[in-house]
């Protein structure tokens, strides 16, 4: 069973940067056919898709977040990562990991990030 674990400083000021990190366990995140996205619910609104990283390492973004949002990979570790830069108050979320591989849907617990200053 594939398993999913946000972490990350979760209390950031304005125009920092911030990096995420999900550790995956129980399948490798190079594995066909696999995608690993990073979702966000700000508080009181519903889910946003901020990007996805293949398992082939392509990469591809929500346009509105793409010039400040960027996805990575340690394929040594296992592990993804989000990198927020320019941080806004607009940012504050849950901020999720999502693996999907062939019609199963594996999510993270979530990790809360708040911007202010």
């Known amino acids: 069973q594939v398993q999913l674990r946000e972490s990350g400083p979760g209390l950031v000021k304005p125009s920092q940067t911030l990096t995420l990190t999900c550790t995956v366990s129980?399948?490798?995140?190079?594995?066909?056919?696999?995608?690993w996205s990073w979702i966000r619910q700000p508080p009181g609104k519903g889910l946003e898709w901020i990007g996805v990283?293949?398992?082939?390492?392509?990469?591809a973004y929500n346009t509105s977040l793409v010039s400040r949002f960027t996805i990575s990979r340690d394929i040594a570790k296992n592990t993804l990562y989000l990198q927020m830069n320019n941080l806004k108050p607009e940012d504050t979320a849950v901020y999720y990991c999502n693996g999907i591989f062939l019609g199963s849907n594996y999510w993270g617990q979530g990790t809360q990030v708040t911007v202010s200053s």
């Open positions: 990283i293949a398992y082939d390492g392509t990469t």
């Open positions: 129980g399948g490798s995140i190079t594995t066909n056919h696999y995608a």
